[in-house]
């Protein structure tokens, strides 16, 4: 009998993609989501049960886990996931459950890193180490997704500004992460207590990224470096269209600080292969698919005059000032 499911954060990118696919390979899936949406409903057609609920809520949270063998435990961007996880840790550990894949970050190894998210995913670790659960942590490298929010200014005005210095990260792919997630929350037993660093294929750099930008584009390409202050800007401007508030958003600052630093630069690891049977998709392939899902991808003289005007507003955005900013980052 198939193991019955669940996913936390199915609205999310890799919630979604692995909740998808384990629905589309006959698996019971039980949902658990703060709201609803279109990605929620695509979810319910194809079988999957939902819990609506907020993670510091201990009857919905108990209600989410009833009859669940194994669960993915992937936290929103926000404060307080060392505080809920005390919460699920207690309810888990009461409704008998088989198996945790939790979702932690590469640069968690870190303890210096300043983002208030990745102080929280080492309090976790800690407080799942203690507990009686049986837990994969799952770390994986910066995400290929976070390369791809500058795609508007790549394809339309031939622009990729970059906040990552001469730094190399090996991008892995979303669908990658879901393929290997859907293999863990099947038969995660061999994997108890083990920290998987999943990585693309190959650590690139910046320079590489925009040349790889340039080819499968077909325009010629500029780097042009940034300096956090302004990509903090950028993202006060548009994070909204992609999901991310002030507190994602200045996460990020960090991390491309730990970028500019090179730690993400680490040899790739062979997690995927050992996971799916096949090697992870590289950079190029990860491009290919999001330029031809942009809707960016036609220029036009109004598109090209719309992302200009926006790109030359960038500068004139209010963000907040260093105090506030200690305030968010808690």
Known sequence: MKSKILITLANGKTGFATAKQLLEEGYQIRIFVR?????????EKLGAETVIGNFNN???LRIALTDIQNVYYCYP???GMANDITLFIEEATKAEINAVVFMGQFIAEFNDTGSALTTDIRKCYDLLEKSALNVVYFNPVYFADNAFVIAEYVLQLGLMPSPFGN??????????MSRCLVELLKKPESYFGQKLFIT????ISPKEMKEIFSQ???KRILKVNIPDWLFLKAGIMSGMEFGFDKFAIIQSIFYHKQMRMNRFNIEPTNIVKELTGKEPEDFETITKKYFANSKYIRRTFGSWFTTFIKFNKMPFTKVPNNKEIEKINV
């Open 216 to 218: 499968v584009s077909g």
């Open 77 to 79: 961007y926000k404060p």
């Open 167 to 176: 730094g190399k990260n090996p991008w892995i792919s979303i669908d990658d």
């Open 35 to 43: 709201s609803k949406n279109e990605k929620t409903t695509q979810l």
């Open 58 to 60: 201990r009857e919905q």
């Open 200 to 203: 693309g294929s190959k650590s």
